[in-house]
C-alpha cells in the first residue's frame, strides 16, 4: 500500500565509518522515529533531542515540523520504492511502470505479512478516531508515496508515453488501485485470482499509458 511505513536503515547514511553530518543524523533520527511509530508526533523538539543535537540547529536545516517530515518521507520513499527503469526508453512504457507499481505491492507483503500490515493500519487509524498527530502523518505518508508514483508519470510523460490528463488524479487513482491490491493479499486467495493481479495492473496501467 502506498501509505505503508517504509522499513529504514538511514535516509542519507552511506556505507562508511564517517560520522553522519548534522543533517544527517537529524533525518536519521527522524526516520527512525517514524519507522517505530508512524502516527507519533515528530516535533522538532523531540528529533532534536533523538539526534542530540540542539533545536536551533534543526531549525537551521528544516524550519518547522512540515518541511522535516516531507524530506524524510521523501528519502525513504525512495529507498523502499526505486525509480528502477522507469526512464529506460528501450522498454515499453507500460511494463516499467507496471514494474514500478508491482515494487510497491511487494513492500506490502503476501499473506501474513500482508494481514499485519493491514492490522496495524487499522490499530492505528481506524479502530479509534485517530488523534490530530495520527492525521498529519498518514496524510503525509500517503502524499509522499502518491508523489513517487507522479514522478514515474513525469518521466514518462517527457517521453510522450503518458496520455492526457490530470497527473494527480492519475497517480491517485493509481496509489486506490495499488491499496486494493494489498487489501487482497491479506485475504484467502486462489491461484486464479493471484495470476489476475498481474492483468489488474496492466488494465489499470492502460488507462494512463499511450498504447505501445
Not at 156 to 167: M, Y
Amino acid at each position: 500500500m502506498t501509505d505503508e511505513t517504509p522499513s529504514v536503515t538511514t535516509p542519507d547514511q552511506h556505507p562508511t565509518t564517517q560520522t553522519p553530518s548534522t543533517r544527517d543524523r537529524i533525518l536519521i533520527a527522524a526516520a527512525t522515529m517514524i519507522g517505530e511509530n508512524p502516527a507519533a508526533r515528530l516535533s522538532v523538539r523531540a528529533v532534536a533531542a533523538r539526534a542530540e543535537v540542539s533545536v536551533g540547529s534543526l531549525r537551521h536545516f528544516f524550519p518547522d515540523q512540515r518541511a522535516l517530515l516531507d524530506e524524510v518521507l521523501e528519502r525513504m520513499f525512495r529507498l523502499v520504492m526505486p525509480d528502477g527503469d522507469i526512464d529506460d526508453a528501450s522498454l515499453p512504457a507500460a511494463e516499467r511502470l507496471v514494474t514500478g507499481l508491482r515494487r510497491i505491492l511487494d513492500r506490502a507483503g503476501v499473506g501474513e505479512a500482508a494481514r499485519e500490515l493491514w492490522r496495524t493500519t487499522l490499530r492505528t487509524y481506524v479502530d479509534a478516531a485517530p488523534s490530530a498527530n495520527a492525521v498529519e502523518s498518514y496524510l503525509a505518508l500517503e502524499s509522499s508515496g502518491r508523489r513517487r508514483i507522479e514522478s514515474w508519470l513525469a518521466a514518462l510523460a517527457e517521453e510522450g508515453a503518458l496520455l492526457d490528463g490530470d497527473r494527480e488524479a492519475q497517480a491517485r487513482f493509481l496509489a486506490t488501485l495499488v491499496n486494493g491490491l494489498a487489501v487482497e493479499r491479506a485475504l484467502p486467495m486462489d491461484a486464479a485470482a493471484a495470476a489476475a493481479e498481474a492483468t489488474t495492473l496492466r488494465l489499470a496501467v492502460s488507462a494512463v499509458v499511450r498504447a505501445h
